[in-house]
């Protein structure tokens, strides 16, 4: 069995490691580092304290997503996004536009950390809580997933990696599915508000904090109970793809939602979640591609939906 070096991390007692290479760091230095990225995305990084980690958006003018993060700070000046590799060049170019006078440095950081999940059985992890290892490393509680619980372990390149047996990537996949937190990539950029993909409920929308692009029409579509679209778990025996569309049985012309996210379940079939119109998902038969396509199955979300306001 293949094992990589290191100590367990507190919160979590982790049984095996992916190596996640689809991901990619986005480092923000200097002191007005938390300023900015407040000014600019969903969560509140000001008040982010150095033992906890958020889910966040970045949003176009129109509040639409261009790219999710899960953000800490290893020091109060010098704070990490993770996100997916496919989009971190357009988003770091794109934010990078926003400086201006702003005592930050941004830049791809992908190559100085290394990038870990980790999964076990221990229910007692809390989401979204960091832990700091004395050889530099973080590690992040994430959503559970499939009665299990899961962490992100970032660390300096030239720090040993996980001493766990190492799982397959497919199988992380699959968890992170499961979680029915969708990470925002190349083909669903732009496609939806975060509350299309159920952000405000897994805390990675803070509504009390100040402006940032998109913020009216992420706050109107919350407070004026206009959420039509939510995102949902669902299963196939069919295979699924990102930026699938998905059809209600009673409409074969328009398109009832969209797939955010898939994998392979190891027990066969696939899952993913689903971006679609409420309604669609109250009543009918759902399907992939086309209104004659594979059939779809709702399963129940791991966690609960706040109600728009």
Known sequence: MNTVAHTAPAHTSTTSATAL??????RAQGED???FLHSQLTQDFSL??????????????KGRLLASFVGFKRAHDDILLVCGRDVLPA???????FVLRAKVKLSDATEAFQLWGLS???TTARPWSKSDGADGSQTVVLYPAAGRDRALWVAPADVAAPALPVQETAQWDWLDVMSAIA??????VEAFVPQMLNYESVGGVNFKKGCYPGQEVVARSQFRGTLKRRAYLVSSDAALSVGQDVFHSSDAE???GTV????ANPAGGWNAIVSMQTQAAADGTLHAGNASGPALSLLPLPYPLLDDI
């Open 21 to 26: 290479r689809s991901l990619g760091v986005i």
């Open 33 to 35: 580092a938390a300023k």
């Open 48 to 61: 982010l304290g150095l033992s906890e980690a958020r889910l966040a958006g970045f949003c176009s003018a």
């Open 91 to 97: 988003t770091l170019k794109r934010l990078s536009m």
């Open 120 to 122: 076990g059985t221990d």
């Open 183 to 188: 990470p925002v990539s190349q083909p669903i």
């Open 254 to 256: 328009q398109p009832c």
């Open 260 to 263: 955010a996210a898939a994998a």
